[in-house]
T-cell receptor, first 112, second 120 residues
Framework: AAGVIQSPRHLIKEKRETATLKCYPI?????VYWYQQGPGQDPQFLIS???????DKGSIPDRFSAQQFSDYHSELNMSSLELGDSALYFC???????????FGPGTRLTVT | AQTVTQSQPEMSVQEAETVTLSCTYD???????LFWYKQPPSRQMILVIR??????QNATENRFSVNFQKAAKSFSLKISDSQLGDTAMYFC?????????????????FGDGTTLTVKP
């Protein structure tokens, strides 16, 4: 069965650079969630989209922005990167009403 | 706001034995979902089991079962016949009921996790 795809899987950036993470949900899933998991921490909700509209927002820094496109894939844009942004970034997708989120493999971002 | 608490940072169990991981939560919502996720060293987040709050019957998935006590806001995970492959971090998570697009519905709130080691 198709799963959530995230790219890239690993990313190394320097401070103050910009990064773009991509998420391709499971086919027919219309909702995308982004989570950030720091080292030794639990995942923290960042933002979600339903039908290309932002549906909820969590602890996402103003330096980050995201959107969902017409094909339902989503991109998380991160600017002015800081060392503290180093984390595993998960994307999850679901279909309206199912309440089962399927997680992608994550993108490991390292900021040096 | 919801909170999820896992009071056991680390646990270990002998292969083939049974282990129970604890989770408590706090919410004012009456309709919600609870999940257990497994995160092995690969860091992939894998759904283990799901419980709908309106169902009194405890969910079961093969060797995994839960003890859901709604009044006590407790949601423990029992792993029977533990296997070496069960070694992982386990997260308990809460999700408010709602539909995609509803504020606060759908996003998960996670506990701090319990690291489980299965010993041969």
């Amino acid at each position: 069965a198709a799963g959530v795809i995230q790219s890239p899987r690993h990313l190394i950036k320097e401070k103050r650079e910009t990064a773009t993470l991509k998420c391709y949900p499971i086919p027919r899933h219309d909702t995308v969630y982004w989570y950030q998991q720091g080292p030794g921490q639990d995942p923290q909700f960042l933002i979600s989209f339903y039908e290309k509209m932002q549906s909820d927002k969590g602890s996402i820094p103003d330096r980050f922005s995201a959107q969902q496109f017409s094909d339902y894939h989503s991109e998380l844009n991160m600017s002015s990167l800081e060392l503290g942004d180093s984390a595993l970034y998960f994307c999850a997708s679901s279909h309206r009403g199912t309440h089962e989120q399927y997680f992608g493999p994550g993108t490991r971002l390292t900021v040096t | 706001a919801q909170t999820v608490t896992q009071s056991q940072p680390e646990m270990s169990v002998q292969e083939a034995e049974t282990v129970t991981l604890s989770c408590t939560y706090d919410t004012s919502e009456s309709n919600y979902y609870l999940f257990w996720y497994k995160q092995p060293p690969s860091r992939q987040m894998i759904l283990v089991i799901r419980q709908e709050a309106y169902k009194q019957q405890n969910a079961t998935e093969n060797r995994f079962s839960v003890n859901f006590q709604k009044a006590a806001k407790s949601f423990s995970l029992k792993i029977s016949d533990s296997q070496l492959g069960d070694t992982a971090m386990y997260f308990c998570a809460f999700m408010k009921h709602g539909f995609s697009g509803d504020t606060n519905a759908g996003k998960s709130t996670f506990g701090d996790g319990t690291t489980l080691t299965v010993k041969p």
